[in-house]
C-alpha cells in the first residue's frame, strides 16, 4: 500500500483517481489475479509484471490515457479505467476500457470513478467524444454506460478481438456538450443530472 505517496489527479466522495505508475503493480497484479473469472470474457488485463510493464509504456507513449481508482477511506485499489487510441486533430475521440476489482464490485465506485474520467477527459484532456464498447451480454457494463447516460449508437458485429476471438459489441458514446450540459460546475444545483458526480478536480 502506497497511499500516502500517490498525489490524486481528482477526487470524488468515495473514490479518487490516481496515475499509474511501477509502485502499483504489486496492486494492480492482486487486482487482476484475484478478478480473472470476473473479468474473462469482456476483458483481459494485464496479468504479469511484463504485461503491466508494457501497459506502463503504452500510456507513456501516448496510445491511452490511464486512470486507477482507489477508495478514500483506506486507499485501495478498486478499478481501473483507460482511455484507448486517443485520435485529436479533428476526431479528438477514444475508446474506453475498464474493469473494477472483483471483490469491490457493485458499490458504485465504478460509477463515481468513470464520472470523474469524464469530467477529466471533458475539461482537461479536451476530448470532444468518447465511446463505450461492450459486449450485448455485459449487462454490469452496460448498467454503467446507461447509468452515466451514454447514448446507444448502434451495434457492430465481430467489432473487436477480445480474448482472441471476434466480438459482437453494442457501441454507446458520450459527447463533451452532452456531459458538460447535464454536469457543468457552474450551473444551479437544480439544474444538473442527478448523481454520480464530481468532485474538486486536485
Ligand atoms: C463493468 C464493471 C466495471 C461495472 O462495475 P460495477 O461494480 O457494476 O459498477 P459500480 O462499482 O458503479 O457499482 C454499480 C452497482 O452498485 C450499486 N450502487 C451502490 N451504490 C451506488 C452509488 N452510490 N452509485 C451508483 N451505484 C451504486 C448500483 O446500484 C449497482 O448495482 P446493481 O448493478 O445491482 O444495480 C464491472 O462489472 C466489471 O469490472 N466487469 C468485468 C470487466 C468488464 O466487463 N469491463 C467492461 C468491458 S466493456
New binding site residues.
Partial sequence: MFGRRRKAIARGE?VYLFAPTKDATEDFLTLTAG?RN??NP??YPPADARHFRAYLERLANGFAHGFFIARREDDSL??VININDPIMGGFKSASL????A?S?????????G?ALVLDQAFTVLDFHRLE????PD?A??L??VR?LGFRKEGFSPAFLKVGGEWRDHERWAMLSEEWLAAHALDQPEEAKAP??HVSQVV
Fill in positions: 468515495t478478478s470476473f473479468h469482456w476483458v478498486v478499478g476500457g475498464y474493469y473494477a472483483a469491490y464490485c457493485g458499490r458504485g465506485y465504478m460509477t463515481e468513470l463505450a464498447n461492450v459486449q455485459n454490469a457494463s448498467a454503467l447509468r448523481a454520480h
